[in-house]
C-alpha cells in the first residue's frame, strides 16, 4: 500500500510542479520558445529528481515503487509528447522521454544514499 502511496505522490508532486512551472513561465517570463524550453528541461530534471526522492521516502519497497513510478511518469509523458508533438519541437519531447525516467531513478538513488548516511555513525 505504502509504495502505491508513493507512487501515487511522485506522480502528483512531479506533475503538478511541472505545469505550474510552465504556466507561470508561459504566462510571466517566456518571451521565446528557447526561453520555456531552457526552463522547462531543467525544471524537469530537479522536479523529477524530487518526485523519485519523495516516493522512495513513502514506500517501503523503493525499488518496485520506483519502477512503477518510471514506468506512469513515462506513460504520462508519452501522453504529453503525442498531443504536443506538432508544437514543440521533436528533439525536446525526444529529451524529455530521457530526462524524465532518468531523473525519477536518481531521485530514488539519492533517497538511498541519504539513508545509508544516515544510518552510518
Do not use: E
Not at 34 to 59: D, K, P, R
Amino acid at each position: 500500500m505504502r509504495s502505491l502511496a508513493g507512487v501515487i505522490v511522485g506522480v502528483v508532486l512531479s506533475a503538478a510542479l511541472m505545469i505550474g512551472t510552465n504556466v507561470l513561465v508561459v504566462q510571466r517570463v517566456a518571451p521565446t520558445l528557447a526561453v520555456f524550453v531552457i526552463v522547462s528541461l531543467v525544471g524537469a530534471v530537479v522536479y523529477h529528481l524530487a518526485g523519485g526522492f519523495l516516493c522512495a521516502t513513502i514506500a517501503r519497497d523503493a525499488s518496485a515503487a520506483t519502477a512503477g513510478l518510471v514506468i506512469a511518469g513515462t506513460l504520462l509523458l508519452l501522453s504529453s509528447v503525442v498531443n504536443t508533438w506538432s508544437q514543440m519541437p521533436a528533439w525536446y519531447s525526444l529529451a524529455m522521454m530521457v530526462i524524465v525516467p532518468l531523473s525519477l531513478w536518481q531521485g530514488t538513488r539519492l533517497h538511498a544514499g541519504t539513508r545509508r548516511r544516515l544510518a552510518t555513525p
